[in-house]
């Protein structure tokens, strides 16, 4: 202040506090709000970080989002009964994208008769799952180091699923999207499975999400599957 001529108080009207706030900082070294730390700053063309270094410190988080019903540092974490459990309690839509996903069906066999029960009861059933032939499900082989592992997960999960094709309410596809989430929907819940570079979905974080009627994650989620679908290919039966 002193180099640049600045008093008290011709440094409080330019900023637009009070000349005692300026006082405390100078001689108190008191912290002014983060807004006119700033402006104070620049008028005497100094490092605002350097004058107050506490201004450094993160500002406090934002609350748990209200949508989030749980959170899981991995999906090995979470029983199957837990998709299964929140399958069947679906009343309106049940949609599933994934590349393959084959845990469902390998650890509960009656997937399918669920998905039929659900459809019969009036849900519409809607899953996307991996082009084995496309660059992206290949890519994703090569990150996780699955070599054609993957390719023939994809076949294999279209194989538990094609018996479905045809059935009131259901419909498969298959799609060639970067899968950045694999998303497990039961009407205004989701199981979202993130996807890590390098590992497998299994050791990549779950988080569970409840619809919030103002919007939100859920319905970014949800989008986000309806753009995918939208340039998914059906898969016929035979």
Known sequence: MEAGGWTHASLAAKVEVDPKSVERWVN?????????????AKAIGEDVFALWPKLRQPRAARAVSPELVGLYGQRADLPVSSFID?????????????????????AYPRLNDLLRERAAEGCTVRIAVGD????SVQRRGQEEKFGDGIESRCRLAIMHYRPLVGAPGIE???HGTTLYN????ADDQMLVNAHVWGANAYAAPVWHLRRNDAGGMFDGYAASFNA???????????
């Open 28 to 40: 108190l070294g008191r912290t002014p709000r983060r807004e006119t730390a700033i402006r104070a």
């Open 86 to 106: 929140l399958f069947s309690q679906a009343r309106r839509n049940i949609d599933v994208l994934v590349y393959a996903a084959v845990f469902l069906h390998e």
């Open 132 to 135: 084995a032939d496309s660059v």
């Open 172 to 174: 498969l596809r298959t």
């Open 182 to 185: 694999s998303i497990y929907r």
């Open 228 to 238: 995918v679908w939208a340039a998914a290919t059906p898969v016929q039966g035979g």
